[in-house]
């Protein structure tokens, strides 16, 4: 029991020491230097000049990154060395961890196209230090249910008009709607506004009906359902922004509570608490016997003298008895 509780307060000093170091607006300052640091290696070692001239101080500018965030890594999984589920139920944190754990794998570090492609999955991580970036990767995110449903509806709409396209202006346009693919192709060009006024002046050397066709799928493919995406994605953010507020809001009031929890609730406080607690109870039991002792040999001395003060003291240790018991 005794070893237990040591243990527990070993580490919640070290996840406070490691808190102190992964809170302080340096540290932060230094990681984000290595992602843009890492970020620009990769785009120098796209010049096979450089890379041949400078390849050695190339490497050891890429494990020095490697070494910073391998050390950073190691003090967040510190800080929540008290509570490891928390750091597990952090997306970011996840991403973090397999992203480096990545890198030591012998498999991965022999294939130079997937390390590559690691080291790029790196620069993402700018968005744990930039608030807005943030809301905005969570808002695409949240956003993805609807944008499914988009994408169905419209390549819905684009299916329907190929079809009528292929069907009216087959014979005398087969070069943009001679079959379904043909048809889908030029629709979906359309759908940019790219090439709609050659189109149009082609459809109407057909006939003069063709207006209809055009005029009907750009505003159907090009205002509505564009619309309907942004509005998709403007919702997410909305709720993005609402989420990174109230976790904002739970990490300052686990920053508050944790002093206090530390005082009153680690395990070092609650055993010291417990120790006051007995001692105040013997306290009170040696009190209880004298006064009742005192009472028994004063009871002689008339009913409202001597003998209730006693008493009523008695009544008094015993109230408080009970409720350091409650507080125990």
């Known amino acids: ?8 307060a070993g580490r919640a000093r070290l996840a406070a020491r490691c808190r102190t170091v992964t809170e302080a607006p340096a540290f932060s300052l230094v990681v984000f230097a290595a992602i843009l640091v890492n970020a620009a290696l990769l785009g120098m070692e796209t010049y096979s ?3 041949a001239e400078y390849q050695q101080g190339l490497q050891l500018a890429e494990r020095a990154c490697l070494g910073v965030f391998t050390v950073e890594m190691l003090l967040r999984l510190g800080a929540h060395a008290d509570r490891p589920g928390q750091f597990l139920r952090d997306p970011w944190n996840l991403f973090d961890l397999a992203v480096l754990a990545s890198a030591f ?34 808002a695409v995110g949240r956003s993805l249910p609807g944008t499914v449903s988009f994408l169905f509806v419209g390549a819905l709409v684009l299916y329907v008009y190929a079809m009528v396209g292929w069907v009216c202006f087959a014979d005398s346009d087969p070069g943009h709607y001679g079959s379904i693919g043909r048809a889908l192709l030029t629709l979906f060009l359309l759908m940019t506004l790219d090439g709609l006024g050659e189109a149009v002046h082609a459809g109407l050397e057909i006939s003069r009906l063709s207006i209809l066709f055009y005029a009907s799928y750009v505003l159907l493919a090009s205002f509505v359902l ?41 395990p070092a406080g609650a055993e010291e608490l417990r120790e ?3 001692a105040v109870r013997l306290a009170l039991a040696e009190l209880e016997a004298g006064l ?20 009523g003291a008695g009544a008094s240790a015993a109230v408080t008895a009970a409720s350091v018991d409650t507080v125990a």
């Open 1 to 8: 029991m005794q070893s237990g509780g040591s243990a527990r």
């Open 49 to 51: 000049g450089l890379t």
């Open 105 to 138: 794998l012998p498999l991965v570090r022999e294939n130079t196209t997937v390390l590559r492609l690691l080291r790029l999955a790196r620069v993402l991580r700018t968005a744990r230090f930039l608030p807005q970036l943030r809301v905005l990767l969570v």
């Open 226 to 266: 564009v619309n309907v995406l942004i509005g998709v994605v403007l919702n997410s953010l909305d709720e993005a922004r609402v989420l990174e507020a109230e976790e904002a809001a739970g990490r300052e009031a686990g920053r508050r509570d944790a002093p206090r929890a530390g005082q009153h609730g680690g």
């Open 276 to 278: 006051r607690i007995a």
């Open 292 to 311: 009742e002792a005192g009472s028994g040999s004063g009871s002689a001395t008339g009913p409202d003298g001597a003998s209730g003060r006693p008493v």
